[in-house]
């Protein structure tokens, strides 16, 4: 029970992400650019903080990081806040969650694995779902801000494909966190003006402190008591418990669009994972 609980609350961390992060850029609270520096440094700051209680000491902690890992990582904080600026939270975490997919899954691809028929046809669906999202309509989400979100879910997904063979998952997002700050920094010149409210600042803290930093150590502490399928399946839950919080918490509507999108894009992850699971 107590793993299932832990769980549940890391989803709803990770899902907390898109929610405070469009609370700040709806209310006008913050500018993006800001978010994703604030973002980045207190999660830096308090992932440091962890390794240090773990071990007494940061001997060696740059070690695990890599190039492409820290890349991957501000491409996802710069792409993930700018989307935001036009996305609903549940759409935007959506976006994300099936391009990251989609991207581990063509990672896989490229590495030389070769995908059973039915892993290609779950990817086909989840691809299809986002398509149908992102077609020309009524609700359709704004292209800039979709593709910008796109660009997040490339970088998170490098970000998971360099995070699999690493023995260390949280001294390597600690170091990856503190070597992204200055990439973080890129956003800045890209806003007309700077604009940063106490509230808002709390809400960018809160993102990367605590939904961030520790919902990813609280993962990795989870993360080797489930089986690879139940891990998978679980993070099916994080774009519908962020459009609930973004329908609760901004009033962001729920469109028919949205929810046939994301039945086609989870049921697609959903046949892949159950086909890798039976593999």
Do not use: C
Request: aromatic share 10%; charged share 5%.
């Amino acid at each position: 029970m107590q793993l299932i609980l832990l769980t549940i609350l890391t989803m709803i961390a990770f899902a907390a992400n898109s929610v405070l992060n469009r609370m700040g850029l709806a209310g006008g609270l913050i500018d993006p650019a800001s978010f994703a520096l604030v973002r980045v440094a207190s999660g830096a700051g308090v992932l440091v903080l962890l390794v240090v209680l773990r071990q007494g000491r940061l001997a060696g902690f740059f070690e695990p990081a890599r190039p492409w890992a820290v890349i991957g990582l501000a491409a996802y904080m710069l792409g993930f806040s700018f989307a935001y600026v036009a996305l609903d939270a549940g759409t935007g975490a959506l976006i994300l969650f099936g391009g990251v997919q989609i991207t581990m899954f063509a990672g896989a691809v490229l590495a030389g694995k070769a995908p059973v028929p039915l892993q290609w046809l779950g990817a086909g669906i989840a691809f299809g779902g986002l398509a149908y999202l992102l077609a020309p309509s009524a609700s359709a989400p704004d292209l800039t801000s979709a593709g910008l979100m796109t660009i997040a879910a490339l970088g998170w997904g490098v970000y998971s494909l360099i995070g699999q063979k690493t023995a260390d998952p949280l001294g390597a997002t600690a170091a990856n966190f503190v070597l992204a700050l200055p990439f973080a920094l890129v956003g800045l010149p890209l806003v007309s003006a700077l604009h940063l409210t106490p509230a808002g600042v709390i809400l960018a803290f809160l993102s990367g402190a605590v939904t961030s930093a520790l919902g990813y150590a609280l993962w990795y502490w989870v993360l080797p008591q489930l089986a690879t399928a139940t891990a998978a399946v679980a993070q099916l839950s994080v774009p519908i418990i962020a459009a609930f919080g973004g329908t609760a918490l901004l009033g962001e509507p729920v469109s028919l669009e949205f929810v046939i999108s994301a039945g086609l894009v989870l049921g697609g992850i959903g046949v892949s994972v159950f086909a890798t699971n039976r593999q």
